[in-house]
């Protein structure tokens, strides 16, 4: 049940010092799941070779604490029989940082960072279904040196972020040690191993549902669903051929 994951992440936070309120709502999280139950749909369909991962983080401040969460949403686009598009949805994550988090770009690059870990992993696991199983030296080869059959396409929503990954020449962020994830997603945009990166409309972003709790979970629903769609215009890089 994909759409609930933040909730859980939430009471979770909670667990050493729950209240009668934190009850309630679990409570209400559990009747809500069985009144409404959802099911997850696999189409039968031709699948393209294209690894679509949506990433979001949210930053918040409550007292003299913070809260940082990292959202992802990892999809195989495809076609059905018809000829529409359609996904599978191969996996999803709503979870707190593990790092330090200052700002609200540096909790979009370090979710960035992550979901493109995570979706090498599997990128490369639909590797071995196309190419037969790997031995390790021939993992760590593909690793350094790119030749990925599977294309990551990475979507986020933070401008300055996306700017940041892919300008050649850009001004170094306040926080230091946030360099050396720019740098990383740099690494793997230039072998290949991240085949594109785009900056979509907050309001196409799949993985928003992961992060916020208040927001609708349609988008969460229709992923489950495999038909999920964007309705405004992205911005990707590398620009296809032809483009201005």
Not at 208 to 235: A, Q, V, W, Y
């Amino acid at each position: 049940q994909v759409w609930i994951l933040v909730y859980i992440v939430a009471l979770q936070r909670k667990n050493k010092q729950a209240s009668v309120s934190d009850l309630k709502r679990l409570n209400a999280l559990t009747r809500e799941l069985m009144r409404n139950p959802q099911k997850l749909y696999y189409h039968c369909m031709t699948p393209t070779q294209i690894l679509e991962v949506y990433s979001d983080s949210a930053y918040s401040r409550e007292g003299d604490t913070a809260h940082a969460l990292k959202g992802m949403i990892c999809l195989r686009l495809g076609r059905s029989a018809e000829g529409q598009e359609c996904s599978h949805l191969l996996d999803a994550l709503s979870q707190s940082h593990k790092l330090a988090v200052r700002s609200t770009f540096g909790a979009e690059l370090l979710a960035a960072t992550s979901a493109v870990d995570h979706a090498f992993g599997i990128a490369l696991t639909l590797h071995e279904t196309e190419a037969g199983c790997l031995k390790p030296d021939e993992a760590l080869q593909i690793r350094e040196s790119g030749g990925l059959l599977i294309a990551i396409k990475l979507l986020i929503d933070a401008m300055s972020v996306y700017h940041s990954i892919i300008q050649e020449s850009f001004k170094a962020p306040s926080e230091k040690s946030l360099l050396s994830h720019i740098s990383w997603l740099k690494e793997m945009l230039h072998l290949g191993l991240l085949k594109i990166i785009g900056w979509v409309d907050t309001r196409d972003m799949a993985a928003d549902g992961l992060t916020k709790g208040k927001i609708s979970r349609d988008s969460l629903l229709s992923c489950m669903r495999g038909t999920f769609s964007r309705s405004n215009p992205i911005e990707i890089y590398p620009r296809p051929k032809g483009s201005g």
